[in-house]
T-cell receptor, first 113, second 113 residues
Framework: AQSVSQHNHHVILSEAASLELGCNYS??????LFWYVQYPGQHLQLLLK??????LVKGIKGFEAEFIKSKFSFNLRKPSVQWSDTAEYFC???????????FGAGTILRVKS | NAGVTQTPKFQVLKTGQSMTLQCAQD?????MYWYRQDPGMGLRLIYY???????DKGEVPNGYNVSRLNKREFSLRLESAAPSQTSVYFC????????????FGPGTRLTVL
């Protein structure tokens, strides 16, 4: 069965610090990859997605992620975080032509102002 | 478009009571999903429906039943609620088995005493 691992459950950063959240998945075939964000008290929203092509994907609010197939990784990055980035971030994977997303356990990011 | 809507937003039940969580989407999506979100465990799939009239078990189906009433609506029923079912429940939809992300509803926070 597929699984998704997010390396850190809690991350605390100061404003303007750089962010990298790790995500690894276990499936060996072709996959589609997603990062979702959940702001406090809100539902999940899509940050970015990778289906094919350029492995460096840019999303909303200055986030980007790099797909490294050899490492089964899809790490999320942002060069300079803001207080408003405080949220929980979820990595998710789906097999190509599959219909079930598998989510990681989530990483709670707190940005100190 | 309202997207994915869920009712109720909050609910408190006593052990053994039953209730139905409602979900509807107005995006003409084929696939619909029910997840539960628990701290440190990410989102776990309870049931999903790939099309009207079909339903399949996900990762944690025990204690739940679902109905795909029509293309728009997908309900989740707890026949005899247990404290272990205290969670936040999210409904999601997706256009088809192709390369599209899931769209999430606002969630239902359920407490079982």
């Amino acid at each position: 069965a597929q699984s998704v691992s997010q390396h850190n459950h809690h991350v605390i950063l100061s404003e303007a610090a750089s962010l990298e959240l790790g995500c690894n998945y276990s499936y060996g075939g072709t996959v589609n990859l997603f990062w979702y964000v959940q702001y406090p008290g809100q539902h999940l929203q899509l940050l970015l997605k990778y289906f094919s092509g350029d492995p460096l994907v840019k999303g909303i609010k200055g986030f980007e992620a790099e797909f490294i197939k050899s490492k089964f990784s899809f790490n999320l990055r942002k060069p300079s975080v803001q207080w408003s980035d405080t949220a929980e971030y979820f990595c998710a994977v789906i097999m190509e032509y599959g219909n079930k997303l598998v989510f990681g356990a989530g990483t709670i990011l707190r940005v100190k102002s | 478009n309202a997207g994915v809507t869920q009712t109720p937003k909050f609910q408190v039940l006593k052990t053994g009571q039953s209730m139905t969580l409602q979900c509807a989407q107005d995006m003409n999506h084929n696939s619909m999903y029910w997840y539960r979100q628990d701290p440190g465990m990410g989102l776990r799939l309870i049931y999903y429906s790939a099309s009207e009239g079909t339903t399949d078990k996900g990762e944690v189906p025990n204690g739940y039943n679902v109905s795909r009433l029509n293309k728009r609506e997908f309900s989740l029923r707890l026949e005899s609620a247990a404290p272990s079912q205290t969670s936040v429940y999210f409904c999601a939809s997706r256009p088809d088995r192709g390369l599209n992300e899931q769209f999430f509803g606002p969630g239902t926070r359920l407490t079982v005493l």
